[in-house]
């Protein structure tokens, strides 16, 4: 009896939760898949972390869509959908990847100096450091020295002030166009607090996340 409870319960928060649940368990499989094939041939981490990189790049666009089209509030697999989105959203559909890849991801939010975020980064662990990917200006923070590829992550960001400089230079040429004054330091990075979120979370937060989403909905 209680086992029956227990099984109608879950059918009804199931039911409760859709379609955010088939979002879910579709979006599950279908990165899976894409993510499989992206890296199938791939060793290296880091090479496997670029690789899903190049495809965000292509297939989550943000800037371009800037300032005609609108964005939505969403999960991982509609803003893979629909193709395009903020900086947070870009960020979560590639940290969404290396996660189901078996990668520990994150976002990055910056911050200025009064506590305000004005931008948002994915973190990806490779070779022990968390290695900083911007989805919106398609920089991947490393550098290659005697043939071997170094990740970049924000605490010794400061070592490599070359690689920050062309990463300036690609936020300006990127924000010209639109005629948009490119402002980003890095003192933004070593300030930014990491932001989790499913399915790269914790379970207690998980948990108190469905349990929110129920109180709203009630």
């Not at 662990?125 to 968390?130: A, I, L």
């Not at 300006?172 to 990491?194: C, H, M, Q, V």
């Not at 932001?195 to 469905?210: A, Q, R, S, V």
Request: neutral net charge; aromatic residues 16%.
């Amino acid at each position: 009896m209680i086992i029956l409870v227990c099984l109608l319960l879950c059918i009804v928060l199931v039911l409760w939760l859709a379609p955010e649940v088939y979002d879910y368990i579709y979006g599950y499989f279908l990165f899976r898949r894409i993510g499989s094939n992206l890296t199938v041939n791939i060793n290296s981490d880091f090479d496997k972390a670029t690789m899903v990189a190049f495809w965000v790049f292509e297939n989550i666009k943000q800037l371009e869509r800037y300032p005609y089209l609108p964005v939505i509030d969403d999960n991982f697999l509609n803003i893979y959908k629909r193709g395009f989105g903020f900086c947070d959203q870009g960020a979560h559909v590639y940290a969404t990847m290396m996660h189901w890849l078996g990668f520990e991801a994150k976002l990055l939010m910056l911050r200025k100096e009064d506590g305000v975020s004005p931008h948002t980064v994915a973190v990806v662990k490779v070779k022990e450091k968390y290695m900083i990917v911007d989805t919106t200006y398609n920089f991947i923070f490393a550098e290659t020295k005697d043939g071997k590829k170094i990740p970049i992550g924000v605490d010794d960001l400061g070592d490599y002030p070359e690689v920050f400089d062309k990463y300036l230079k690609v936020v300006k040429d990127r924000l010209a166009p639109l005629g948009e004054k490119a402002e980003i330091k890095l003192s933004w990075f070593t300030n930014g607090t990491y932001f989790e979120t499913f399915p790269y979370c914790d379970k207690k937060y998980l948990f108190e996340k469905i349990i929110n989403k129920i109180r709203r909905r009630g």
